[in-house]
């Protein structure tokens, strides 16, 4: 049992109106017996989106300044920010080719990925924080990967080195890197964790959004995640065994970066 008098926990998860950081706030959210939860967006219409209130701040990760009154009092923080690449308007599928890609001004993979992510794992360094879960994502030993080639922004690359900052800063961390994330029902597949993208050459190398967020959620709760790195991804579904028991899935992984 639990023990019921001690605190919860304060966590704040960044990207919190973004698609995967929004499931991951309201998981945590949910569960406000077992967590004070806090989320950090850009924008008011970000803040309203996700309910809104107290605990919801709004700043620029690429501004320290911006992040400091979110993450002062945190236990845990959980790093769902990134870079979003745009297609550029015109394309046409019905001619062949491919889109292409663009990242806003002052939004490229350099400023969000790298140094929005140096921000919050400084910031919260700073203000005494127990664990930093970071969500990266696969590909990462390839500088070749074709997501990098989108809109010229080296987007894995730049994860890949937030995520080695993270590993270096002495402050228990865990980091996730997801394969491909789908929009479909969570906790209806069996998970699997790899490491060095070796999950990349398989034909199980996706999952669930909500996947993704149950493991930041579970990863706050056992000490086997500290200081490890995991690759995350899932069987289909219908095949294998829904995963529950998260203290053995993360008992596999022994890769510290």
């Not at 997801?178 to 998970?191: A, F, I, N, S, T």
Request: aromatic letters at 6%.
């Amino acid at each position: 049992m639990a023990d019921s008098s001690a605190p919860r926990p304060t966590v704040l998860v960044t990207g919190a109106g973004g698609r995967t950081g929004n499931i991951v706030y309201n998981k945590l959210k949910e569960r406000s017996e077992q967590f004070i939860t806090r989320g950090l967006v850009r924008t008011e219409e970000s803040k309203q989106k996700i309910g809104g209130g107290d605990g919801v701040y709004i700043g620029d990760i690429r501004d320290q300044n911006h992040l400091v009154p979110a993450v002062q009092g945190i236990d845990a923080l959980i790093i769902l920010t990134s870079a979003v690449p745009k297609m550029k308007p015109g394309f046409d599928p019905s001619k062949g080719g491919r889109p292409e890609f663009y990242y806003e001004d002052g939004l490229y993979p350099e400023q969000v990925d790298w140094i929005g992510q140096k921000n919050q794992i400084d910031t919260a360094k700073a203000a005494g924080v127990k664990h930093i879960v970071l969500v990266g994502s696969m590909g990462g030993t390839n500088p070749n990967h074709p997501l990098n080639s989108l809109g010229n922004g080296n987007i894995l690359v730049w994860k890949r080195k937030s995520e080695r900052y993270l590993a270096d800063s002495g402050v228990p961390y865990t980091i996730i890197r997801p394969g491909g994330l789908q929009d479909k029902d969570g906790g209806v597949r069996e998970l699997i964790v790899g490491k060095d993208d070796e999950l990349l050459q398989t034909d199980t190398k996706s999952i669930p959004r909500a996947d993704v967020a149950e493991v930041c959620v579970q990863a706050l709760q056992y000490e086997e995640t500290k200081f490890k790195a995991l690759d995350l991804a899932s069987k289909p579904e219908g095949t294998g065994t829904p995963t529950k028991d998260f203290k053995s899935l993360f008992s596999q992984v022994t890769a510290r970066f």
